[in-house]
């Protein structure tokens, strides 16, 4: 996402990602992969509960989440998403793109 951050802004779309790892171990991560939008921390899995994509054992046993996207329109409701059960698979940037567009 962060290679293609200009199609995003011209779209007026905010990023942000969330993840099971600690507030620092999220910063490490974004930091190295040179990441200018949030990664939020949800150790709790409050919010992954919340959007459903509580991935059960997933690594080593441990429950992780699902990799998903999810476009929510000005009033906060899921517009678009995308969900996979393999955590090597994501959405491309072109494909997210095509989804804004779509809903325009």
Partial sequence: MQSNQT???TRNTEI???SVDT???SAKIATKLGLTYPILSDPDFQAIDAFGVRHKEGMMGKDIARPAVFILNPEGRVAWSNLTD???VRVTP???IEALDSLN
């Fill in 7 to 9: 199609e995003f802004d």
């Fill in 16 to 18: 942000l990602g969330i």
């Fill in 23 to 25: 507030r620092e171990d």
């Fill in 86 to 88: 393999n955590w090597r």
């Fill in 94 to 96: 072109e494909v997210l």
